[in-house]
């Protein structure tokens, strides 16, 4: 159990050098912001407890540097046991350093759902995104261990601060950090047994699921930048020699270094820049295999699919998933053969269809954002992070 208490291990304050997983390298105070500051950009619908300071943080993680935003309570008498710490998992921004949230307000915005409400709020941006080298996306191992990280960073920025902590911790996230919170879930008891997560939930989240997947690169569409992103990051993650997988590869890459979903000041988003015309991005033989299954020289995809599936894991804390019945991105019946899968294998699955639900008004969002399920989620969590010991 970690103390409240500051104390003089190396890692109890930021170190530009250090290489412990969760080691805390560089903190940037980036402004206290009173709740009454922050109830001027809320919708009408949501409602806060308090204000909070916005820190950017950098933090290590299994051989990696990434960034995190947290947000820390501005409260006039901290809870007797300390804060609870939430790691809130974002959703696909894009491959490039473009594409950080962290010292945005999309960041303060993500960790501020659980900081203006009395936790500790941490969103990170997974690495390579605003760090060096190449962002795994959707590669399960890096993005539980980089979740699992931001928890154990923002404990030390806590006590670099004198926050008082209660060593208990939740991870929630969106479509990708769906993905990353639940391959958190699979790595916890193994990767970082030490932190007492008490609860991880998701909404609408990736499973990668290979048979999912290849139904979707039978067809033309906006869906097309995520499968770009993904053979590109797998392709860059774990090393390609095989054969050809795009018509124009030094255009594909310079489009995943430079643009996100969103035009950040290039004129170029990734759904301009992909397109929708699957023969346009991917070469024929690539587009073969992946729509058959009979992968042949592309067989490593194969292997990478099964890597990075979310399945049934040893279970460690409660699970809930949220998902819309109206999502186009994650469509429910992704969701739905998730958790029965899950339940199959003997796990406990709190499942949650919302009527009218799309990809991106259920939970899990911005603090600013009034979501279909944003209070009865956060009480969920805030539940069993204060629930007594067993």
């Given at each position: 159990?970690?103390?409240?208490?500051?104390?003089?291990?190396?890692?109890?304050?930021?170190?530009?050098?250090?290489?412990?997983?969760?080691?805390?390298?560089?903190?940037?105070w980036?402004?206290?912001?009173?709740?009454?500051?922050?109830?001027?950009e809320?919708?009408?619908?949501?409602?806060?407890?308090?204000?909070?300071?916005?820190?950017?943080?950098?933090?290590?993680?299994?051989?990696?540097?990434?960034?995190?935003?947290?947000?820390?309570?501005?409260?006039?008498?901290?809870?007797?046991?300390?804060?609870?710490?939430?790691?809130?998992?974002?959703?696909?921004?894009?491959?490039?350093?473009?594409?950080?949230?962290?010292g945005?307000?999309?960041?303060?915005?993500?960790?501020?759902?659980?900081?203006?409400?009395?936790?500790?709020?941490?969103?990170?941006?997974?690495?390579?995104?605003?760090?060096?080298?190449?962002?795994?996306?959707?590669?399960?191992?890096?993005?539980?261990?980089?979740a699992l990280?931001?928890?154990?960073?923002?404990?030390?920025?806590?006590?670099?601060?004198?926050?008082?902590?209660?060593?208990?911790?939740?991870?929630?996230?969106?479509?990708?950090?769906?993905?990353?919170?639940l391959?958190?879930?699979k790595?916890?008891?193994?990767?970082?047994?030490?932190?007492?997560?008490?609860?991880?939930?998701v909404?609408?989240?990736a499973?990668?699921?290979?048979?999912?997947?290849?139904?979707?690169?039978?067809?033309?569409?906006?869906?097309?930048?995520?499968?770009?992103?993904?053979?590109?990051?797998?392709?860059?993650?774990?090393?390609?020699?095989?054969?050809?997988?795009?018509?124009?590869?030094?255009?594909?890459?310079?489009?995943?270094?430079?643009?996100?979903?969103?035009?950040?000041?290039?004129?170029?988003?990734?759904?301009?820049?992909?397109?929708?015309?699957?023969?346009?991005?991917?070469?024929?033989?690539?587009?073969?295999?992946?729509?058959?299954?009979?992968?042949?020289?592309?067989?490593?995809?194969?292997?990478?699919?099964?890597?990075?599936?979310?399945?049934?894991?040893?279970?460690?804390?409660?699970?809930?998933?949220?998902?819309?019945?109206?999502?186009?991105?994650?469509?429910?019946?992704?969701?739905?053969?998730?958790?029965?899968?899950?339940?199959?294998?003997?796990?406990?699955?709190?499942?949650?269809?919302?009527?009218g639900?799309?990809?991106?008004?259920?939970?899990?969002?911005?603090?600013?954002?009034?979501?279909?399920?944003?209070?009865?989620?956060?009480?969920?969590?805030?539940?069993?992070?204060?629930a007594?010991?067993?």
């Amino acid at each position: 159990m970690d103390s409240d208490v500051p104390d003089s291990r190396p890692s109890a304050n930021p170190d530009a050098s250090c290489i412990n997983d969760g080691c805390l390298r560089a903190a940037t105070w980036l402004g206290d912001f009173a709740r009454d500051f922050l109830a001027f950009e809320l919708d009408d619908d949501v409602t806060i407890d308090n204000g909070y300071a916005v820190w950017a943080i950098r933090y290590w993680t299994d051989g990696r540097e990434s960034l995190a935003t947290v947000t820390l309570p501005l409260v006039d008498r901290p809870p007797a046991d300390g804060f609870h710490i939430v790691a809130n998992n974002h959703g696909t921004t894009g491959l490039s350093d473009a594409c950080a949230l962290t010292g945005t307000p999309a960041g303060a915005g993500l960790a501020g759902l659980f900081g203006a409400r009395g936790m500790i709020g941490v969103a990170s941006d997974y690495p390579g995104i605003g760090t060096e080298g190449a962002h795994p996306y959707l590669v399960a191992e890096s993005e539980a261990r980089a979740a699992l990280d931001s928890l154990r960073a923002a404990r030390i920025l806590a006590r670099f601060t004198r926050t008082p902590v209660s060593a208990r911790y939740a991870l929630v996230g969106l479509s990708q950090g769906g993905h990353a919170t639940l391959a958190a879930a699979k790595e916890h008891s193994l990767y970082a047994p030490e932190l007492d997560v008490r609860a991880f939930a998701v909404t609408a989240p990736a499973t990668m699921w290979e048979e999912s997947w290849r139904v979707g690169i039978d067809a033309d569409g906006p869906h097309l930048p995520y499968y770009a992103m993904v053979a590109w990051a797998w392709t860059q993650h774990y090393g390609w020699t095989g054969p050809p997988i795009w018509v124009s590869p030094t255009e594909i890459d310079t489009l995943m270094e430079s643009a996100c979903l969103w035009d950040v000041g290039t004129g170029v988003t990734l759904f301009d820049g992909v397109g929708t015309e699957r023969e346009a991005v991917f070469t024929p033989a690539f587009l073969e295999a992946f729509r058959s299954g009979v992968w042949g020289e592309y067989n490593a995809f194969e292997g990478w699919f099964r890597l990075n599936r979310i399945g049934p894991y040893t279970q460690t804390a409660p699970l809930r998933i949220y998902q819309g019945d109206a999502d186009l991105v994650v469509p429910e019946a992704s969701s739905r053969l998730l958790v029965e899968s899950l339940r199959a294998a003997g796990q406990s699955v709190e499942y949650v269809v919302v009527e009218g639900g799309t990809h991106v008004n259920v939970a899990f969002g911005f603090v600013s954002q009034a979501e279909l399920r944003t209070e009865e989620s956060i009480a969920w969590i805030q539940e069993r992070l204060d629930a007594p010991e067993e």
